[in-house]
């Protein structure tokens, strides 16, 4: 019997040993996790930090797949967790391109695609001032001014297609921050939503988030009624009398000039004018130090096969005394739209129609309001 129990004793170190051996293998098994703050960037060149977290003390390398060098990881390796750069140099091309990040640790690896857009140069879009800055979603364009936390412009096009009201309005708003702009340059930061008991947004004090390109405007499908929601399209409007009334009243009259028998395409350019020179209503310091723009304004191309027409709308940031577009004291030529704000509208104009180089002067200078009825 002693040498049976003798023998049981020896038979459970050795089990034990096999199975606390096993255990320590598991955990020699390097674990890995990496994140990427953005994974779509503007096409100017930026930096940001990819997060990488493992159990390991083995040496990892970093690795990037792409068409070119314009994506680079620094350092290239290293020890242990570690922040590291992601460089992206300036999408001269103007074409949407896409990288694949893969951090490899012995057998581990995980991989994470980076895709940087193209500049947008659709006949909506103005003269860029910053690349830097100039993002293209996926149904609409703007550019952004990070000392200002506000958009100077929003651009977009109506046709059959985006005429189209397949889906509502969500309620309550599902406002998120704009995922190509880190989110210290907007106006909720430093809100953050992920956090536990983080409730919606937070609004401006004072005045609606109105929204640059509406609710309204896309419609078609789910996807593109949450990009109107991006912290990037909204703006400090006043509300009543303004951004619920009047301001409401021309983005339902831009949608129904959209869907008139006479126009195939609508291109939009709509902001709060925010250009040095432009006078303003200060800042909200609560918020981020969002500037109020005092004035807001809406350029418009019509068209319909080679006929082209433009109008501009400019309105103060204000309770004004009609709740609806009446008249066309708003109104004016593109091309004095263009004086006030400092932005050259639609430059791509110019080459719209193959042999007519005029077309940008003739559209911008002139104002049929019979083409535009109210």
């Given at each position: 019997?002693l040498?049976i129990?003798?023998?049981?004793?020896?038979?459970?170190i050795f089990?034990?040993?096999i199975v606390s051996?096993?255990?320590?293998r598991?955990?020699?098994v390097?674990?890995?996790?990496?994140a990427?703050?953005?994974?779509?960037v503007?096409?100017g060149?930026s930096?940001?930090t990819?997060t990488i977290?493992?159990?390991?003390?083995?040496?990892?390398?970093?690795?990037?797949?792409?068409n070119g060098?314009?994506c680079?990881?620094?350092?290239?390796?290293?020890?242990?967790s570690?922040f590291?750069?992601?460089?992206?140099a300036?999408?001269?091309?103007?074409?949407?391109?896409?990288?694949?990040?893969?951090i490899t640790?012995?057998k581990?690896s995980q991989s994470?695609?980076?895709t940087?857009?193209g500049v947008p140069?659709g006949?909506?879009?103005p003269e860029?001032?910053n690349r830097?800055?100039?993002?293209q979603h996926?149904?609409?364009a703007?550019e952004?001014d990070?000392?200002?936390?506000?958009?100077?412009w929003?651009?977009y096009?109506f046709?059959?297609?985006y005429?189209l009201?397949?889906?509502?309005r969500?309620?309550p708003?599902p406002?998120?921050?704009?995922?190509?702009?880190p989110r210290?340059f907007q106006?909720?930061?430093?809100h953050n939503?992920?956090?536990?008991?983080?409730g919606n947004?937070p609004?401006l004090p004072?005045?609606d988030?109105?929204h640059?390109i509406?609710?309204?405007?896309r419609?078609?499908?789910?996807?593109?009624?949450?990009?109107?929601?991006h912290?990037?399209n909204?703006?400090?409007?006043?509300?009543?009398?303004f951004n619920?009334h009047?301001w409401e009243?021309?983005?339902?009259?831009v949608?129904r000039?959209?869907?008139?028998?006479?126009c195939?395409t609508?291109?939009?350019v709509t902001?709060g004018?925010?250009?040095?020179?432009v006078?303003?209503?200060?800042r909200?310091?609560?918020?981020?130090n969002?500037?109020i723009p005092?004035y807001y304004?809406?350029a418009?191309v019509?068209?319909?096969g080679?006929d082209?027409?433009?109008?501009a709308?400019?309105?103060e940031n204000?309770q004004?005394?009609?709740?609806?577009?009446?008249n066309?004291s708003?109104?004016?030529?593109?091309?004095?739209l263009?004086?006030?704000?400092?932005i050259?509208?639609?430059?791509n104009l110019?080459?719209a129609l193959p042999?007519n180089?005029?077309?940008?002067e003739d559209?911008?200078t002139?104002m049929?309001t019979?083409r535009?009825p109210?």
């Amino acid at each position: 019997m002693l040498k049976i129990r003798q023998h049981s004793i020896i038979a459970f170190i050795f089990c034990t040993m096999i199975v606390s051996s096993c255990k320590e293998r598991e955990n020699d098994v390097a674990t890995l996790n990496i994140a990427l703050g953005q994974t779509t960037v503007s096409a100017g060149a930026s930096r940001q930090t990819m997060t990488i977290e493992t159990n390991s003390k083995q040496t990892w390398t970093a690795t990037v797949e792409s068409n070119g060098s314009w994506c680079v990881v620094t350092p290239s390796s290293g020890t242990g967790s570690a922040f590291v750069s992601v460089n992206v140099a300036e999408n001269t091309p103007d074409i949407t391109r896409t990288a694949t990040i893969t951090i490899t640790i012995d057998k581990t690896s995980q991989s994470v695609n980076l895709t940087q857009r193209g500049v947008p140069n659709g006949i909506e879009i103005p003269e860029i001032k910053n690349r830097r800055w100039c993002i293209q979603h996926q149904y609409y364009a703007l550019e952004f001014d990070t000392a200002q936390r506000h958009s100077i412009w929003v651009a977009y096009v109506f046709n059959n297609h985006y005429n189209l009201n397949n889906v509502t309005r969500p309620n309550p708003d599902p406002w998120i921050y704009d995922p190509q702009i880190p989110r210290e340059f907007q106006w909720a930061y430093p809100h953050n939503p992920d956090a536990p008991g983080a409730g919606n947004f937070p609004t401006l004090p004072g005045y609606d988030r109105g929204h640059l390109i509406a609710s309204a405007d896309r419609l078609f499908n789910s996807a593109a009624n949450l990009e109107t929601f991006h912290i990037s399209n909204a703006s400090p409007q006043v509300g009543r009398y303004f951004n619920q009334h009047i301001w409401e009243s021309l983005e339902s009259l831009v949608r129904r000039w959209a869907r008139a028998s006479d126009c195939d395409t609508l291109y939009v350019v709509t902001g709060g004018a925010i250009n040095p020179g432009v006078e303003t209503l200060g800042r909200i310091g609560s918020r981020n130090n969002v500037t109020i723009p005092k004035y807001y304004y809406k350029a418009l191309v019509k068209r319909k096969g080679n006929d082209f027409t433009g109008i501009a709308w400019w309105f103060e940031n204000k309770q004004h005394s009609s709740t609806t577009v009446t008249n066309y004291s708003y109104a004016m030529t593109i091309r004095e739209l263009e004086q006030k704000t400092g932005i050259n509208f639609f430059p791509n104009l110019k080459y719209a129609l193959p042999g007519n180089p005029n077309l940008e002067e003739d559209v911008e200078t002139t104002m049929n309001t019979a083409r535009w009825p109210l």
